[in-house]
């Protein structure tokens, strides 16, 4: 008994071992959209609120403009992402309403273009028939969704689910540099703001390359530049207006 237990103990492990490739492309989806939103958030609301420090506005001037950019941004995105995704949903219903009625009128067209499909990436006729035939015996709507139109039910189009993830991360960027302008004191904000923006930019963009299975490196520094490109020219545009003001 021990012999034969032992015996079958590899065999029986090897069975239970699941083989597991972790594959980066798989959070390009939802990466690039916190990612984005974040950004937006961070950026565009850092800079109206160091525009409004160098025009010389006062301090709760300065964090109402924060408030009010942060609202105004994350509602701005979320409708944007909901039309957009909006969009892509109804094209994917027109999708799968053609594909239904053509498998309803038309079964034996739809299994030689699926065999065909699958021919055309590697298989034998007869492999490619046999795979046509037991995918559409097994959920034939599903199968030339898939492969044929390119919809899966993982990257279906989520237009609420879009939106207030857009929202969310555009929330998330945006709140740091009004909080700061809400907790500081005395003189320094526009510098407090620049510097703070500065590192969590470096932050956002090193941890979005790294999670995408870059170095990390040069998402910092590409999304550094752009951000410190768009705080210079808000502090100069309200420099300027501070000076022709005062």
Known sequence: MSIHGI?????????????????????????????????????????????????????????????????AGALSMA???????????????????IEREALREHPEAELHELTQIYMQRGLEPVLARQVAEQLTAHDDLAAHLRDEVGIHDMQRARPVQAALASAGSFTVGALPPVLLAWL??????????????????AVLGYVAERVAGGGGFKGALRVLLWGSLAQAATALIGWAFGVSAG
């Open 79 to 97: 409708a944007g992402e909901y039309v957009s995704v909006s969009s892509q949903a109804d094209a994917e219903h027109a999708d799968i309403r």
């Open 184 to 201: 500081w004191q005395g003189e320094g904000l526009s510098l407090a703001i620049v510097i703070s923006t500065s590192i969590l930019l």
């Open 7 to 71: 015996s079958r103990l590899p065999h029986m492990q090897l069975e239970h071992h699941h083989h597991h490739e972790p594959h980066r492309s798989q959070h390009s989806g939802w990466l690039r959209a916190a990612v984005l939103g974040a950004n937006d958030g961070l950026i565009s609301t850092s800079s109206l609120m160091l525009g409004m420090v160098t025009a010389h506005a006062a301090p709760a001037t300065i964090l109402l403009s924060g408030i009010a950019g942060l609202a």
